[in-house]
């Protein structure tokens, strides 16, 4: 009967033993686990994300991470090691943990660098020509004559699209073919502007904001008619050509969703069409050259699906 004190004395202390190992296992401690998302985690959560599938724990970090997924560097206090999932995975196995809600989980799924290789584009917006140049050149009656003036266009819009590809092996470099069209017109002249641009295009590929900058060349179908002075008479000159240009532009895309961005873009285009045509003056035909430089600048908002 002497012996109840010091029955009572181990108890407590298991009792006190086993309340620290919970107070232990339900510590939660911060961790970074995607885009700078932090969440609280303790030692059975971590069990549990150990449990979940597609969710792999390493002991040491990999020598190179695979294509598409991140590592989880977990604290000494939680017993040290690595996590590697997708981030979709992951997202799912903290859901499952009881780490997140389900609502952060899709967040972080939708901000998780897309895989989707293939975009389409679709934008529009409005155009800023500079003043064009415009050199003519006739000879009627056999006489060489030869004029120039400044084309004061007017501001338009510009609507287009274009397809492309990131490169497999590195996903901040792609190639994307550019289709748009617009209308340049100026007091006695009017142009219809059909541009097909293969470009280069670099990007930023991180996880919401995606700077990005291209460049290349095009051929600028044009269409054009101009009011002109042949003989004292008032002529309609008109002709089509395509010309090669150049096409460069620069932007920012925010990603809403794995498959689906929206943009604002500058794009600055530079081309020079040459143009002849055949105009009757006074019973005899003239032949008539015109050359048409264009300067344009165009502001541009647009959607971006990703495949």
């Known amino acids: 009967m002497f012996q109840r004190p010091q029955t009572i004395k181990v108890v407590a202390m298991a009792v006190l033993l086993l309340l620290s190992l919970l107070a232990k296992t339900a510590l939660a401690v911060p961790v970074t686990v995607h885009g700078g998302k932090v969440v609280q985690l303790n030692k059975r959560q971590v069990e549990l994300l150990k449990q979940q599938p597609a969710v792999y724990y390493l002991r040491t970090a990999p020598d190179k991470l695979f294509k598409h997924y991140i590592l989880v560097e977990l604290p000494d206090e939680l017993g040290g090691g690595f996590f590697l999932a997708r981030p979709a995975d992951m997202a799912a196995a903290l859901e499952a943990a ?24 679709l934008y529009a917006g409005g155009v ?5 140049n415009v050199n003519g050149e006739a000879s009627p009656f056999g006489v060489s004559i030869s004029d120039s003036a400044k084309a ?3 501001n338009t819009y510009v609507v287009g699209g274009r397809v492309g590809f990131w490169s497999p092996g590195n996903n901040w470099i792609g190639l994307a073919l550019d289709v748009s069209y617009f209308e340049l017109e100026a007091e006695g002249t009017e142009t219809k502007v059909l541009p097909v641009s293969a470009l280069v295009i670099l990007r930023y590929p991180g996880d919401r904001l995606q700077p990005y900058m291209g460049i290349g060349g095009g051929v600028f179908f044009t269409d054009t008619k101009v009011d002109i002075q ?42 020079e069409a040459d143009y002849s045509d055949k105009i009757n003056s006074g019973g005899t035909e003239s032949d008539v050259n015109i050359e048409i430089d264009s300067k344009v600048h165009y502001f541009l908002i647009g959607f971006s699906y990703r495949f």
Request: charged share 30%; aromatic share 14%.
């Open 152 to 154: 004061d266009y007017d």
């Open 128 to 132: 800023v020509p500079e003043d064009g």
């Open 230 to 271: 042949l003989s004292g008479q008032n002529k309609n000159f008109s002709d089509t050509a395509a010309d090669f240009g150049l096409d460069t532009r620069a932007g920012l895309a925010w990603r809403l969703s794995k498959g689906l961005a929206i943009f604002g873009e500058y794009r600055f285009t530079y081309f």
């Open 98 to 121: 009881g780490a997140i809600e389900r609502t952060e989980g899709t967040r972080m799924a939708a901000t998780a660098p897309s895989k989707e290789r293939w975009f389409a584009d």
